[in-house]
């Protein structure tokens, strides 16, 4: 196996530094095979998911094929002027200086993907790396086998076999890639994982972007107007059951609110779920399943916690055989329980009640940094606040999950929640450096930044570093002294 990587990894740096990958045309070519693929393989792909975490056919285009479709597009409209030189202004004292910035690929990168959105998190940041113009391996989740083969076996057709490579593996694949020297690695996962993979990439000095997610906290105000009550809780549910069942970095992990107002938002939760899933959410197939029986156990663990299991007011019932957990709201479970302190990653949904919704922001700041903030308010002071005090990779206000969507904003974590940031043009840039190019002309000089010095040139450098060109011109003069 490793001889393998050996090989395919050479053979994909010949490609690289052949600069084929740098035209416009091969870079466009690539991302027509991705457009290709989830137009042609649309079905393959939704069974694969429906065979990989039970996701419902709408859901897997919502979140997965239909968000891809998008961001193939947005770069194929863009690639152009992503690509194009950007000048940058000189000072006039370097008068005549011209500046650009030039986009050029990394080279050969290595991207990492995660299984609860097996094709969005493995496509994404590879529609960047393509894009950019650089040669890619793929490895993704073996815990989502069904899409991983999909990948593997099909993708292949869409694009340059010399300039793409899908593998597949399970971790000690994983690890034996992660030995080779790449230009950037790409991961999308836990932080256990992420530490190893920053520890591998430091031996070749290899740069790293981790989408690594988190606690994700929704702040739910004391809202007032019944049609903002029913649209919150609407936008809550679906952003935390809705989002592969709990299992999604950005998805809410728990709601803090005040304690006034916490009955009627346990309520009109409860019922909401109830006309969302039904009485049986199990039989809905709208709720997507738990991954596997080991994510299974530590969820049911979760629970398992006496004080945890007293704090259920909705839901609470699994099924290990078909790995199924009921959709189950708590109040206030010990915030010393591990589902306080761990990223939940499950249909579980805890709700933390406080004396005022502004305490909020101290429980936000007191804990590690999220990949997402959501704040359920029409207060523009809780808003300014919020904004100003906290730190989180996103802020949305009165709605989840939506960020992810937008091209035009960038997707990426904060201190423990991850680093770097891609979608859109900030996936382009993720996997682009942008080089300095200077150009002078031979027709003048700035002759007093050579020696031999004195006490004249000191003053010249002191007007030229203040930008005061009068000042300049009279020491230059000899009208001007110190």
């Given at each position: 196996?490793?001889?393998v990587h050996?090989?395919?990894?050479?053979?994909?740096?010949?490609?690289?530094?052949?600069?084929?990958?740098?035209?416009?045309?091969?870079?466009?070519?690539?991302?027509?095979?991705?457009?290709?693929?989830?137009?042609?393989r649309?079905?393959?792909?939704?069974?694969?998911?429906?065979?990989?975490?039970?996701?419902?056919?709408?859901?897997?285009?919502?979140?997965?094929?239909?968000?891809?479709?998008?961001?193939?597009?947005?770069?194929?409209?863009?690639?152009?002027?992503?690509?194009?030189?950007?000048?940058?202004?000189?000072?006039?004292?370097?008068?005549?200086?011209?500046?650009?910035?030039?986009?050029?690929?990394?080279?050969?990168?290595?991207?990492?993907?995660?299984?609860?959105?097996?094709?969005?998190?493995?496509?994404?940041?590879?529609?960047?790396?393509?894009?950019?113009g650089?040669?890619?391996?793929?490895?993704?989740s073996?815990?989502?086998?069904?899409?991983?083969?999909?990948?593997?076996?099909?993708?292949?057709?869409?694009?340059?076999?010399?300039?793409?490579?899908?593998?597949?593996?399970?971790?000690?694949?994983?690890?034996?890639?992660?030995?080779?020297?790449?230009?950037?690695?790409f991961?999308?996962?836990?932080?256990?994982?992420?530490?190893?993979?920053?520890?591998?990439?430091?031996?070749?000095l290899?740069?790293?972007?981790?989408?690594?997610?988190g606690?994700?906290?929704?702040?739910?105000?004391s809202?007032?107007?019944?049609?903002?009550?029913?649209?919150?809780?609407?936008?809550?549910?679906?952003?935390?059951?809705?989002?592969?069942?709990?299992?999604?970095?950005?998805?809410?992990?728990?709601?803090?609110?005040?304690k006034?107002?916490?009955?009627?938002?346990?309520?009109?939760?409860?019922?909401?779920?109830?006309?969302?899933?039904?009485?049986?959410?199990?039989?809905?197939?709208?709720?997507?399943?738990?991954?596997?029986?080991?994510?299974?156990?530590?969820?049911?663990?979760?629970?398992d916690?006496?004080?945890?299991?007293?704090?259920?007011?909705?839901?609470?019932?699994e099924?290990?055989?078909?790995?199924?957990?009921?959709?189950?709201?708590?109040?206030?479970?010990?915030l010393?329980?591990?589902?306080?302190?761990?990223?939940?990653?499950?249909?579980?949904?805890?709700?933390?009640?406080?004396?005022?919704?502004?305490?909020?922001?101290?429980?936000?700041?007191?804990?590690?940094?999220?990949?997402?903030?959501y704040?359920?308010?029409?207060?523009?002071?809780?808003?300014?606040?919020?904004?100003?005090?906290?730190?989180?990779?996103?802020?949305?206000?009165?709605?989840?999950?939506?960020?992810?969507?937008?091209?035009?904003?960038?997707?990426?974590?904060?201190?423990?929640?991850?680093?770097?940031?891609?979608?859109?043009?900030?996936?382009?840039?993720?996997?682009?450096?942008?080089?300095?190019?200077?150009?002078r002309?031979?027709?003048?000089?700035?002759?007093?930044?050579?020696?031999?010095?004195?006490?004249?040139?000191?003053?010249?450098?002191?007007?030229?570093?203040?930008?005061?060109?009068?000042?300049?011109?009279?020491?230059?003069?000899?009208?001007?002294?110190?």
């Amino acid at each position: 196996m490793e001889l393998v990587h050996v090989e395919s990894l050479g053979k994909l740096r010949e490609t690289f530094n052949s600069g084929k990958t740098k035209e416009a045309s091969w870079r466009r070519s690539q991302l027509t095979g991705l457009l290709k693929f989830l137009q042609e393989r649309e079905e393959d792909i939704l069974m694969a998911l429906k065979h990989d975490l039970g996701k419902h056919p709408v859901e897997s285009y919502r979140d997965e094929v239909g968000t891809s479709i998008k961001s193939v597009n947005y770069a194929l409209q863009n690639l152009k002027y992503w690509m194009s030189s950007k000048k940058v202004k000189v000072p006039i004292a370097a008068f005549p200086t011209r500046a650009e910035l030039v986009p050029e690929p990394l080279g050969l990168v290595l991207i990492i993907s995660s299984w609860n959105y097996p094709i969005g998190l493995s496509l994404e940041p590879l529609i960047g790396a393509l894009a950019a113009g650089n040669t890619a391996v793929l490895k993704p989740s073996e815990l989502a086998p069904q899409t991983s083969s999909l990948l593997a076996k099909s993708l292949p057709a869409y694009l340059d076999n010399k300039a793409v490579k899908i593998i597949e593996g399970d971790a000690i694949v994983g690890e034996q890639l992660l030995q080779h020297k790449w230009d950037k690695i790409f991961f999308t996962g836990s932080p256990r994982v992420g530490r190893i993979v920053m520890s591998a990439a430091a031996k070749h000095l290899t740069p790293v972007m981790l989408e690594l997610g988190g606690k994700c906290p929704a702040v739910v105000d004391s809202l007032s107007s019944s049609w903002d009550r029913e649209v919150a809780v609407k936008r809550i549910l679906g952003g935390k059951f809705g989002a592969c069942g709990g299992q999604a970095c950005i998805g809410i992990d728990y709601i803090l609110v005040e304690k006034n107002f916490a009955p009627t938002l346990v309520e009109l939760l409860k019922n909401k779920v109830i006309s969302m899933f039904g009485d049986n959410p199990k039989e809905s197939h709208s709720i997507v399943r738990i991954v596997n029986k080991s994510h299974f156990l530590r969820l049911k663990k979760l629970l398992d916690d006496p004080q945890v299991k007293n704090s259920i007011v909705h839901g609470g019932s699994e099924d290990e055989e078909n790995l199924y957990i009921e959709p189950t709201i708590l109040v206030d479970p010990p915030l010393t329980a591990p589902i306080m302190t761990e990223e939940i990653f499950g249909p579980l949904l805890p709700i933390i009640t406080l004396k005022k919704v502004e305490d909020s922001i101290g429980f936000i700041k007191s804990r590690p940094r999220a990949l997402a903030l959501y704040v359920f308010t029409n207060s523009e002071t809780l808003k300014r606040r919020i904004i100003a005090e906290t730190s989180s990779g996103s802020v949305t206000f009165n709605d989840a999950i939506i960020q992810y969507a937008c091209d035009t904003l960038p997707f990426g974590g904060v201190g423990e929640s991850g680093f770097g940031r891609y979608h859109g043009k900030f996936s382009f840039d993720a996997f682009s450096h942008e080089k300095a190019v200077t150009t002078r002309s031979f027709l003048v000089e700035i002759w007093f930044r050579f020696p031999p010095w004195n006490d004249h040139k000191l003053q010249l450098f002191r007007s030229a570093y203040r930008f005061d060109y009068l000042g300049l011109l009279l020491v230059a003069l000899g009208l001007k002294r110190s």
